[in-house]
């Protein structure tokens, strides 16, 4: 697996929210419910296990959200839904953001979910 780069960039996504859809965001993120999380080419796409399976997309460019889409029924209105948020949160508290333009990511890369993280800190220190 490729490491993603590390920068001080963050995904300036809070604006496209509600705070009712960040706080549910949050518990969607804390609860481990996202379950895959792969960038490529300045779009993020991600699957989340709520009551059922929602892929999430997430283009952006530099720092900034272009596009979101959910398959959620709150998403199919034209809203921001809960699954983009936890997305996002994610992103920004796994300090694993997108890599700058002038400093593009090399082919596919795949970030390890909260819960694939946990379980390696408990190999690595048993």
């Known amino acids: ?3 993603m780069k ?5 995904l300036e996504f809070k604006t496209f929210f509600s705070d009712t859809v960040l706080n ?6 804390q609860s481990n419910k996202i379950t895959q999380i792969e960038s490529k080419e ?5 699957q ?3 009551h059922e399976t929602y892929d999430i997309e997430i ?10 889409t959910c398959t959620c029924s709150y998403a199919d209105f034209g ?29 596919d890369v795949s970030i390890p979910c909260k819960s694939e993280v946990e379980e390696r800190k408990k190999q ?3």
């Open 42 to 46: 300045h779009i993020i796409h991600a």
């Open 48 to 50: 989340v296990l709520d």
């Open 79 to 107: 809203y921001y839904c809960m699954h983009m948020a936890a997305v996002c949160i994610y992103l920004e508290h796994s300090n694993l953001i997108m890599s700058r333009v002038e400093d593009p990511i090399e082919g």
């Open 124 to 126: 690595l220190n048993p």
């Open 1 to 3: 697996m490729m490491t």
């Open 6 to 10: 590390e920068s001080q960039m963050k």
């Open 59 to 68: 283009k952006y460019h530099k720092s900034k959200i272009e596009h979101m």
């Open 24 to 29: 549910l965001g949050f518990q969607i993120y």
